[in-house]
């Protein structure tokens, strides 16, 4: 049941393997599930939900794996709960009995609990064998059994109830956007390299020893250090506006992450005419060219913006075309300095704050140079890895 479980999940996008398998199936065998549908629902989500934007996913699953078994459920439950709400009037037991009733392991008690439940059609009071009130039956409630299992309570629709309204089909991961969720997405873009002083290589160390017959063979290697370079430009001010609170949490999470080698930010205003800024106030100018020749084609570039103007800012010019000291001459338009950066550096994004339904016009033109990903965890996921191929050119 479990793997066939775990197969309805994965069929449903959930990125559930083996490893959640086991374990929920150790779960089970743990009783954590408290025996019960509503704990089975409770405990699968906790071990296999591993984003908020899959408790949807997971919901349908149940229902589609369990939907059908609630009826009878719900009917023995209720008949149980009805007949054990009214016990009968108790048995009086002597001491003699009583120690016999509590010699009885737990693991038996279980195992004859299965067997009254597969064996049992109706309604008992006042014995010692089937689940009933007011007897000396380890099953049951109101009775006189000290080492029994006391049933009562509880039920299987509940948690058939929940998938099936599927409470969290609004739960989306594009929804949730903090610093430290854009952390752990950052933290996907990595890439190491050996510098430095030599240091022991425990793992090639011990392989070296095992084949040379437990002979000590010391192996040594250069420290592996982060190696990822990344350039970020980002658009401030005017339709920007409305997402700065967003933006300013990527670039709180890229200023925090710690497996870049180094990070440069800048910023521009709607489109990049030849120069960024080093502040939003857009007094401190650096060219683009000298940029580039600072940057190599390894670095990482980011361009951050809505990528919404008006067309003539894009292919028409603007104040700042037509001045020699942007490095490329006159009437170098903003689309050919994108085509620059673009052509530039090996790998690039486009991350858009807008809905990718409104990519229309100049972000719809943008578009056309830079791969553009919506600025969602799902969208910046994606991003950093198509920053992270390594086919160049891209």
Known sequence: MVVDFVLDLRAQGLKVGPLEAVTLARALLLGLHDQSLDG????????????????????????????????????????????LA???????????????????????????????????????????????????????????????????????????????????????????????????????????AHVGEPELDIDETIDATARQGGELEIVMRPPRRPNVKVLLLMDVGGSMDPHAHTVSLLFSAAKRATNFKRLETYYFHNAIYGRVYKDATMKEGVRVVDLLRDCDRTWKLVVLGDALMHPAELIGGSWDLGNNDYGRGTNTTAIAWMHE??????????????????????????????????????????????????????
């Open 40 to 83: 089975f629902y409770d405990v699968a989500r906790a071990l296999c939900v591993h984003r908020e934007g899959d408790l949807d996913a997971f919901d349908r699953a149940f229902a589609k794996r369990f939907k059908g078994i609630e009826s009878a459920a719900v009917d023995v439950t209720k008949a149980l709960a009805e007949w």
């Open 86 to 192: 009214d016990p009968a009037k108790l048995l009086h037991l002597s001491d003699e009995e009583r120690k016999k009733l509590e010699a009885l392991p737990l693991d038996e008690i279980r195992r004859m609990l299965e067997e009254r439940l597969r064996e049992q059609k109706g309604r008992h009071e006042g014995g010692s064998r089937w689940i009933g009130s007011g007897g000396t039956s380890p099953f049951g409630t109101g009775g006189q059994n000290p080492a029994g299992i006391r049933i009562g309570g509880g039920g299987g629709k509940s948690a058939i109830a929940v998938a099936e309204s599927r409470l969290f089909k609004e739960y989306r991961s594009d929804l949730v956007l903090d610093v430290r969720s854009l952390e752990v997405a950052l933290r996907k873009l990595r890439s190491f």
């Open 341 to 394: 950066l673009r052509g530039h550096f090996d790998r690039s994004a486009w991350l858009n704050p807008e809905p990718a339904r409104y990519w229309t016009g100049t972000a719809e033109a943008i578009a056309q140079i830079f791969h553009m990903f919506e600025l969602t965890l799902d969208g910046l996921g994606e991003a950093v890895a198509h920053l992270s191929r390594r086919t160049s050119g891209t």
